[in-house]
């Protein structure tokens, strides 16, 4: 049987990648052997593309920004996550298509359309079974983010409140025109209370 796609979206710092892990090591618990992966990144060339991609050095417009993050994917769907789920195992990916469509769509670039359409020819439009929407208002995390990055935040995560705050509406925009894929999980509370969220959302598809 083919296995699980589940994917963790949302601003930074929420908890996506805490989270990812925890719920790896929870399906390993149960038996599976799952794919713990991210985006961009996940395979040798798209490591390589995320290198340049969040380096603060460089500077690519929206269009080719949007490209390389596709290009990535396509490679990382191709080369981790297809084989993955063809061979029956659940994959857990930190970040997909939902964060280009968040952070590039609407910037001035290409529109959702043109996302979709890119991911239909560079990732045969794999879509998640599941995407899990960390959700806290950017106070309840800029602690945590201080305490993680200090100074030193990425290309995309050093852009202003404002982007960010533009970020989060288009996610939870996207939550709400695909509820069945979608639940907004509320990121606040420890990470064991956040986990339990998550937790009952994964009964419900397994
Ligand atoms: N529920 C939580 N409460 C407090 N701190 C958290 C919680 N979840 C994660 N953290 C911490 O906050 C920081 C950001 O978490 P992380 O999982 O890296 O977020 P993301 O992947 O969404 O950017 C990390 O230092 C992490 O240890
Ligand atoms: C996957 C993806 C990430 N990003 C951005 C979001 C982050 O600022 C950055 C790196 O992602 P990530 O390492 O997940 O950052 P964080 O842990 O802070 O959430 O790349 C996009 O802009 N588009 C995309 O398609």
Not at 190 to 204: F, G, N, T
């Amino acid at each position: 049987m083919r296995g699980r796609f589940i994917t963790f979206e949302g601003g930074e710092g929420v908890g996506k990648s805490t989270q990812a892990r925890m719920l790896a090591a929870a399906l390993e618990a149960r038996g599976h052997r799952p794919l713990l992966t991210r985006e961009p990144g996940g395979t040798p060339g798209a490591e390589a593309i995320r290198t340049l991609l969040l380096d603060p050095a460089q500077s690519f417009g929206p269009a080719s920004e949007t490209l390389l993050f596709a290009a990535a994917r396509a490679d990382h769907v191709a080369e981790a996550i297809e084989p993955a789920l063809a061979a029956g195992r659940w994959v857990v990916c930190d970040r997909f298509l939902d964060s280009t469509r968040a952070y590039q769509g609407g910037e001035g670039g290409l529109t959702d359309a043109d996302i979709c359409t890119l991911h239909a020819v560079g990732s045969r439009g794999l879509l998640p079974d599941l995407t899990l929407l960390l959700s806290a208002a950017p106070e309840q995390v800029a602690d945590r983010l201080a305490a993680r990055d200090g100074d030193n935040s990425d290309r995309i995560g050093g852009r202003p409140a404002d982007y960010h705050r533009a970020v989060a509406a288009r996610f939870a925009a996207l939550a709400a025109m695909e509820p069945e894929r979608f639940r907004v999980i509320e990121a606040t509370g420890s990470p064991e209370e956040v986990h339990a969220r998550i937790m009952a959302e994964v009964e419900a598809l397994a």
